[in-house]
């Protein structure tokens, strides 16, 4: 396996350059069951070697505990990477096992207030709005958010899971400089309207499951292969039929792996990088592992370059993809375009 750092790509028109693939860190502490801390941290510090700097996390994953756990690390390397954090993702009072979605001011500041105290930094680099509260203003959050910025206590607007017309506002009131949603060869909605607005404003694209949270990987078929708290259960494309389905439009992803001497997980990485250059603009997925090997194996396939003919066969995946990617679409920007 090369030690050759990955190359870097810029976090908006101003922001910083970071690698042209982050880490997603949620599932070290949250929602992928069972993790290893030792292993976790071991990932963390040879990523950074490969050259990946753009770390995510969020208040939501495991109540604060991820970015408690981040918390040493982002320390220990403070100057040579840049953290990410989201809010927006409240417990509700009157059911604690559910949660609702706020964007106000009051609790915009909670949050920020509370992941600075628990990543233990006095800045954060790139702060996004989680998901969107279509009962508050979009130019009244952003605008708090714009606040915070003038107050040092975050230097980068980001967005998840925003439409193109509310990017369009959010970047009226301040520059956007990254919007997260996922994008997969299973998830391709946001190239209709997204994509053009990032690329139309100078926005960077950040894929989240840029693995189709381990699906197109191949290593699990249904979701009766995860275990009990696994999340990945309720989510409906992974379950019953859908999930049979849609194991069955692996085949062209392991034509091309095979062609390439490559795992199905870095077709599926290198199909998503490539966009970056099929729709002009900057693009850094965030694939979520808790092995450095899986790292290694996922720096590796920035290197991978697919042909027009492999790009052709991997083309028709997304169309046949059975069920929706939430159970819930309303809180998704698809569910609002």
């Given at each position: 396996?090369?030690?050759s750092?990955?190359?870097?790509?810029?976090?908006?028109?101003?922001?910083?350059?970071?690698?042209?693939?982050?880490?997603?860190?949620?599932?070290?502490?949250?929602?992928?069951g069972?993790?290893?801390?030792?292993?976790?941290?071991e990932?963390?510090?040879r990523?950074?070697?490969?050259?990946?700097?753009?770390y995510?996390?969020?208040?939501?994953?495991?109540?604060?505990?991820n970015?408690?756990?981040l918390?040493?690390f982002?320390?220990?390397?403070?100057?040579?990477?840049?953290i990410?954090?989201?809010?927006?993702?409240?417990?509700d009072?009157?059911?604690p096992?559910?949660?609702?979605?706020?964007?106000?001011?009051?609790?915009i500041?909670q949050?920020?207030e509370?992941?600075?105290?628990?990543l233990?930094?006095?800045?954060?680099?790139?702060?996004?709005?989680?998901?969107?509260d279509?009962?508050?203003?979009?130019?009244?959050?952003?605008?708090?958010?714009?606040?915070?910025?003038?107050?040092?206590?975050?230097?980068?607007?980001?967005?998840?899971?925003?439409?193109?017309?509310?990017?369009?506002?959010?970047?009226?009131?301040?520059?956007?400089?990254?919007?997260?949603?996922?994008?997969?060869?299973?998830s391709?909605?946001?190239?209709?309207?997204?994509?053009?607005?990032a690329?139309?404003?100078?926005?960077?694209l950040?894929?989240?499951?840029?693995?189709?949270r381990?699906?197109?990987?191949?290593?699990?078929?249904?979701?009766e292969?995860?275990?009990a708290?696994?999340?990945?259960?309720?989510?409906?494309?992974?379950?019953?039929?859908?999930?049979?389905?849609?194991?069955?439009?692996?085949?062209?992803?392991?034509?091309?792996?095979?062609a390439?001497g490559?795992?199905?997980?870095?077709?599926?990485?290198?199909w998503?990088?490539?966009?970056?250059?099929?729709?002009?603009?900057?693009?850094?997925?965030?694939?979520?592992?808790?092995?450095p090997?899986?790292?290694?194996e996922?720096?590796?396939?920035?290197?991978i370059?697919?042909?027009?003919?492999?790009?052709?066969?991997?083309?028709?995946?997304?169309?046949?993809v059975?069920?929706?990617?939430?159970?819930?679409?309303?809180f998704?920007?698809?569910?609002?375009?």
């Open positions: 396996m090369t030690d750092r990955i190359a870097t790509a810029r976090l908006g028109a101003t922001g910083p350059e970071v690698g042209v693939q982050g880490l997603g860190c949620m599932g070290m502490s949250f929602a992928y069972p993790s290893d801390a030792d292993e976790s941290r990932t963390l510090e990523a950074l070697e490969l050259g990946v700097t753009l995510d996390t969020a208040d939501a994953y495991g109540a604060g505990e970015e408690k756990f918390s040493p982002f320390r220990a390397h403070r100057e040579e990477l840049v990410a954090t989201k809010f927006a993702l409240a417990i009072p009157d059911d096992t559910r949660r609702i979605i706020r964007n106000d001011a009051p609790y500041r949050c920020v509370a992941s600075l105290k628990r233990d930094v006095d800045v954060i680099d790139l702060y996004y709005m989680h998901r969107r279509v009962n508050v203003p979009l130019e009244e959050t952003v605008g708090v958010m714009a606040e915070l910025v003038g107050e040092g206590k975050i230097k980068q607007l980001g967005l998840s899971e925003v439409t193109g017309d509310e990017l369009r506002t959010a970047h009226a009131v301040h520059p956007i400089a990254a919007v997260q949603s996922e994008w997969s060869l299973f391709r909605d946001i190239e209709a309207k997204v994509v053009p607005a690329r139309e404003l100078g926005v960077t950040v894929p989240y499951s840029p693995l189709g381990g699906f197109l990987t191949g290593s699990f078929a249904k979701a292969d995860l275990t708290d696994d999340f990945r259960r309720q989510q409906p494309r992974y379950t019953g039929e859908n999930a049979a389905a849609n194991a069955a439009l692996l085949d062209p992803i392991r034509t091309v792996a095979e390439h490559a795992t199905l997980g870095q077709i599926a990485l290198a998503v990088q490539q966009r970056a250059s099929v729709h002009g603009l900057p693009i850094v997925p965030i694939p979520g592992t808790r092995k090997s899986r790292v290694e996922n720096t590796a396939a920035t290197r370059v697919l042909t027009e003919e492999e790009l052709a066969l991997l083309e028709p995946i997304a169309s046949k059975s069920g929706d990617r939430y159970a819930d679409m309303r998704a920007s698809a569910g609002r375009e």
